[in-house]
């Protein structure tokens, strides 16, 4: 239930809390002194749309806060879903900035907005004028009948989406076999062709890199043998480096005789000269033995070019080329099954479609027997609404092919006056009765939706006089259920509020605010006079005023 609603720096609204209770709250004022304002403001922290033109004049930014006193395992399921901590009441927060940038938060932890959605849609149902109009969209009927048939109808309707989801990938994946049964020889040339031209390649992973070190090695034969050439000059010629280490070696080799020290020096000397005669026999061996084949260097670098256009054609890598080969392989076998592989498909599709059709009979069925239940309920609602001889109804007919929503093509179809045939809603149902028809769904539904707010938004437009009256009765009927909020221009709904709030607008400092104020007893009844009479304040103006709080206080309380 909500418990206060903070609004800050949006539109005219400078800075307004109000509290509120379970059972009945109206809020009235003068057309533009911001109850539809107030309403935006509670949509927005719900999740509506925002826009950077709601923030006030001179301000950089617009918040709202919406607390809520919740036990509903739901929330704090969800809420342990998304890492927040539950508390004894739940804070949904909307910040707008003039740039444009919007943040939500729970209980103080950012969220996105599709988060704070969820929360909202188990909290509060807003009605205004727009869900009047929303009775007459196409797939209305079925969305009431199913809210109306409950757990059962949702996981019905779950099984048949799950059986329609099967029967359009088997349909889907049958028709993807035949358009290849259509291209087949194609195909199976095209394929056939790459395996023979990568099997011909005989790729060996690896290949690229070994075959590029011999490239450089044979490009650059020359600069090597000039430098090891010359290399093996300076060790081997007559004043080289082996024999200067032999010379070395021997002057060391005296002095060692005098000086047991040096054994270490000697001995490094001894192992250099070994390494450089060594280094000087393999280096001759290298030059003597090495034969750079030119020829080599011709098919190495067709190899290569070989390599690359295979990559270009199959992907980069050996690896990948190979893979390719086996995908291709693969492909070549299923298309020499296809014929099978179709039959088979084709059997599969069959046995789900038979599945698809047995629970979509199953959920007609279900929506028949709920479709009447809920018909008669709404019945007994719009004649309690001055609509002693209404008539509402559900038409069935079956569409042509499966939908993800059933088979099942549903209208509402309404008389409002005895004798008139029932036909469609969206040709016969003026304003006023779409108005009284939208309440009677929602009395019917307050206690299958779950949520404990609801909120009417102008639910009253184009009714008055008793039919006025009867909407109030039906609305606090529903508050009796869960708490309601309701902006009205009718005094005969206002009268049956459990709390009065009064939305006006006043300049202050130069500027234009918006200002409200909870009604007691008096104020009640000079908004209600207002409301009724205008400028106008008689005696029996405000006698009448008294008549409608007494009349409605009676009603309450049978």
């Not at 009431?144 to 109808?153: E, I, Q, R, S, V």
């Amino acid at each position: 239930m909500l418990q206060s609603l903070h609004v800050h720096n949006f539109a005219l609204i400078e800075d307004a809390k109000v509290e509120f209770s379970d059972g009945f709250t109206i809020f009235t004022g003068e057309t533009g002194a911001g109850k539809s304002i107030l309403i935006d403001a509670f949509s927005i922290v719900l999740g509506g749309r925002a826009s950077s033109g709601f923030v006030r004049s001179g301000s950089d930014a617009f918040w709202v806060q919406a607390v809520f006193d919740t036990a509903d395992e739901r929330i704090t399921a969800l809420l342990r879903e998304q890492g927040i901590e539950a508390e004894d009441f739940l804070f949904l927060k909307r910040k707008v900035t003039a740039a444009g940038k919007s943040q939500s938060s729970v209980n103080g932890v950012q969220v996105p907005l599709a988060v704070l959605k969820q929360f909202a849609a188990m909290l509060v149902d807003i009605h205004g004028q727009h869900e009047n109009q929303a009775l007459l969209q196409a797939k209305a009927p079925q969305l009431f009948t199913d809210a109306f048939g409950g757990k059962n109808a949702e996981k019905l309707l779950a099984e048949y989406r799950e059986a329609f989801q099967n029967y359009e990938a088997a349909k889907q994946y049958l028709v993807q076999l035949e358009e290849k049964g259509s291209q087949r020889e194609r195909l199976m040339d095209r394929l056939s062709w790459e395996i023979q031209e990568i099997g011909e390649a005989d790729i060996r992973a690896g290949e690229e890199a070994a075959l590029k070190d011999e490239a450089k090695l044979l490009q650059n034969s020359g600069k090597i043998m000039n430098a090891l050439q010359q290399a093996y000059a300076g060790l081997e010629q007559e004043d080289g480096a082996l024999a200067r280490l032999a010379e070395i070696k021997e002057q060391i080799a005296v002095a060692l005789r005098y000086d047991a020290r040096l054994q270490a020096v000697s001995d490094g000397i001894e192992s250099a000269w070994i390494a450089a005669d060594d280094a000087c026999s393999q280096l001759q061996d290298y030059v003597d033995n090495q034969n750079y084949d030119q020829s080599r260097m011709t098919e190495v670098q067709e190899r290569l070019d070989l390599l690359y256009r295979l990559q270009r054609k199959y992907g980069t890598g050996e690896e990948t080329v190979l893979q390719y080969l086996e995908q291709a392989k693969e492909q070549y076998a299923l298309l020499q099954d296809l014929d099978n592989r179709i039959v088979k498909a084709g059997k599969e599709l069959a046995g789900m479609t038979d599945v698809l059709r047995k629970k979509a009979k199953e959920l007609t069925a279900l929506r028949r027997k709920n479709a009447e239940l809920l018909c008669g309920e709404v019945k007994r609602h719009i004649h309690d609404l001055a609509m002693p001889d209404g008539d509402f109804q559900i038409g069935f007919a079956e569409k042509e092919e499966y939908t993800a929503d059933g088979k099942d093509r549903m209208e509402f179809l309404f008389s409002a006056n005895a004798g008139e045939p029932l036909q469609p809603l969206s040709q016969v149902a003026s304003g006023g009765e779409l108005s009284r028809l939208a309440l009677a769904l929602k009395t019917v539904l307050i206690g299958i939706s779950g949520v404990s707010t609801m909120v009417f938004d102008e639910v009253d437009t184009g009714v008055g006089g008793v039919t006025a009256q009867k909407m109030a009765e039906k609305i606090a009927l529903i508050s009796r259920q869960g708490q309601v909020l309701c902006i009205t221009h009718l005094a005969q709904i206002a009268a049956f509020a459990d709390r009065h709030i009064r939305i006006q607008k006043e300049t202050e400092g130069g500027r234009t605010v918006t200002r409200l104020s909870v009604l007691a007893h008096d104020g009640r009844i000079r908004e209600l006079v207002r409301m009724t009479a205008g400028e106008h304040v008689t005696k029996a103006a405000q006698e009448n005023a008294e008549a409608l709080l007494q009349a409605a206080a009676e009603f309450k309380k049978r």
